[in-house]
């Protein structure tokens, strides 16, 4: 079992999920259900196309130009979610679908005025569907090709679309205590140390301790972190 891949695949794709079934619970209380489901099963089977065609792809890449491609790819995932959280946490803001107005924080206007089936709110959702579970299936992907534990971040990836399904549908007035800021801020630092020893990897460095050298990196990032949260408190105090 690589933990490590599994942590990782959790980590960052429950944070999607969670805002894809918020989303789509938020439309489907606003009474579109219908659209809000059709729009979601239609947004995923695109994405899943997208992935198989990108999956087949990859494999027949040589191995050098693969790990700087999957490192590129998990250190600008990694570092943007990182440099998010950090902001967030330095002045105590949340992610706009935590909120019950999800809709308005992220800025999506529904149609009120179609009768039946609401071919606008349709389109909002798969959307909205497609962005997120692209960058899922990206995230996957590259954690699959570089490690070879595809069962572990599949099954991950599983459990995060699972745990979302529970807390938003079911658990969806417990939604703002959920640290999901730190959910991202962790899978945004584990992400940047993959990526960065990948990417190493791929241009030629040696690390001294091999695989164990992610685990040194994490630790480099996440003080990384914490200084810059606190010097960044300290600017909005000042």
Same mark, same amino acid.
């Given at each position: 079992?690589n *933990?490590?891949?599994?942590?990782?695949?959790?980590?960052?794709?429950?944070?999607?999920?969670?805002?894809?079934?918020?989303?789509? +619970?938020a =439309?489907?209380?606003?009474?579109y259900?219908?659209?809000?489901? /059709?729009?979601?099963?239609?947004?995923?089977?695109?994405v899943?196309s997208?992935?198989i065609?990108i999956?087949?792809? %990859?494999?027949?890449? $040589?191995?050098?130009?693969?790990?700087?491609?999957?490192?590129? @790819?998990?250190? *600008?995932?990694?570092?943007? /979610?990182?440099?998010?959280s950090?902001?967030r946490?330095?002045?105590?803001?949340r992610?706009? /679908?935590?909120?019950?107005?999800?809709?308005?924080?992220?800025?999506?206007?529904?149609?009120?005025?179609? #009768?039946?089936?609401?071919k606008?709110?349709?389109? =909002?959702?798969?959307?909205?569907v497609?962005?997120?579970?692209l960058?899922?299936?990206?995230?996957? =992907? !590259?954690?699959g @090709?570089? !490690?070879?534990?595809?069962?572990?971040?599949?099954?991950?990836?599983?459990?995060?679309? #699972?745990?979302? @399904?529970?807390?938003?549908?079911? %658990?969806?007035? +417990?939604?703002?205590?959920? $640290?999901?800021?730190? &959910?991202?801020?962790?899978?945004? &630092?584990? #992400?940047?140390a993959?990526?960065?020893? /990948?990417?190493?990897?791929?241009?030629?460095?040696?690390f001294?301790?091999?695989e164990f050298?992610?685990?040194?990196?994490? !630790?480099?990032?996440?003080l990384?972190?914490?200084?810059s949260?606190?010097? #960044?408190?300290?600017?909005v105090?000042?």
């Open positions: 079992m *933990w490590s891949i599994f942590l990782a695949a959790l980590g960052s794709t429950s944070i999607e999920f969670f805002e894809v079934v918020a989303i789509a +619970y =439309i489907g209380s606003a009474g259900v219908r659209e809000a489901i /059709w729009g979601a099963v239609f947004g995923l089977m695109v899943l997208v992935a065609a999956g087949t792809g %990859l494999q027949f890449l $040589p191995l050098q130009p693969l790990q700087i491609l999957i490192g590129a @790819l998990l250190l *600008w995932f990694g570092w943007g /979610w990182a440099q998010k950090v902001r946490l330095a002045t105590g803001r992610a706009g /679908w935590i909120d019950e107005h999800v809709l308005e924080k992220e800025g999506i206007v529904l149609d009120q005025e179609s #009768l039946g089936f609401s606008l709110n349709f389109l =909002i959702m798969t959307k909205s497609a962005l997120e579970a960058e899922i299936v990206v995230i996957v =992907i !590259t954690l @090709l570089a !490690t070879s534990a595809w069962s572990e971040a599949i099954a991950a990836t599983g459990l995060a679309l #699972l745990l979302s @399904l529970v807390v938003v549908v079911f %658990l969806h007035q +417990y939604l703002v205590k959920l $640290p999901e800021v730190l &959910i991202k801020l962790g899978a945004g &630092i584990m #992400l940047s993959m990526g960065t020893f /990948w990417l190493g990897e791929g241009v030629g460095l040696e001294p301790f091999d050298s992610i685990l040194i990196l994490i !630790t480099l990032y996440s990384a972190a914490a200084i949260v606190y010097w #960044l408190k300290n600017q105090v000042a």
